[in-house]
């Protein structure tokens, strides 16, 4: 089992950039492939951004793509999140998740841990 912890959200304006990161413990996070995935208000959870155990392969959501970026420091244990251009649409709790596969499932059922969230709150 390996522990998430989700840091780097905050209140912003429309058009803002945030950066989110996920540390993680317990186990190295050189074997992990680690997703992003965010809940709204009254919505089920969506996948948000993966990257897998080595950085050599990225996955999107649509609604995301060219304004998010994935990236992942190994040797600090640490996932980012890089959200620029940020909407009132993209406000949500932002939850990491690991992938003890080493792969970046875009399904829930894909992961086995998962962090407590950072919440995202997108002003117009």
């Known amino acids: 089992q390996v522990k998430l912890v989700e840091s780097g959200g905050g209140l912003v304006q429309d058009g803002a950039s945030l950066r989110l990161s996920c540390t993680v413990s317990?186990?190295?996070?050189?074997?992990?492939?680690i997703s992003w995935f965010r809940q709204a208000p009254g919505t089920e959870r969506e996948f948000v951004a993966g990257?897998?155990?080595?950085?050599?392969?990225?996955n999107f959501a649509d609604s995301v793509k060219g304004r998010f970026t994935i990236s992942r420091d190994n040797a600090k244990n640490t996932v980012y999140l890089q959200m620029n251009a940020l909407k009132p649409e993209d406000t949500a709790v932002y939850y990491c998740?690991?992938?003890?596969?080493?792969?970046?499932?875009?399904?829930?059922?894909?992961?086995?841990?998962w962090g407590q969230g950072t919440q995202v709150t997108v002003s117009a």
């Open positions: 990257i897998i155990w080595n950085g050599a392969t990225t």
């Open positions: 998740a690991a992938d003890g596969g080493g792969w970046a499932d875009p399904t829930e059922s894909g992961y086995d841990d």
């Open positions: 317990g186990r190295p996070l050189s074997t992990y492939g």
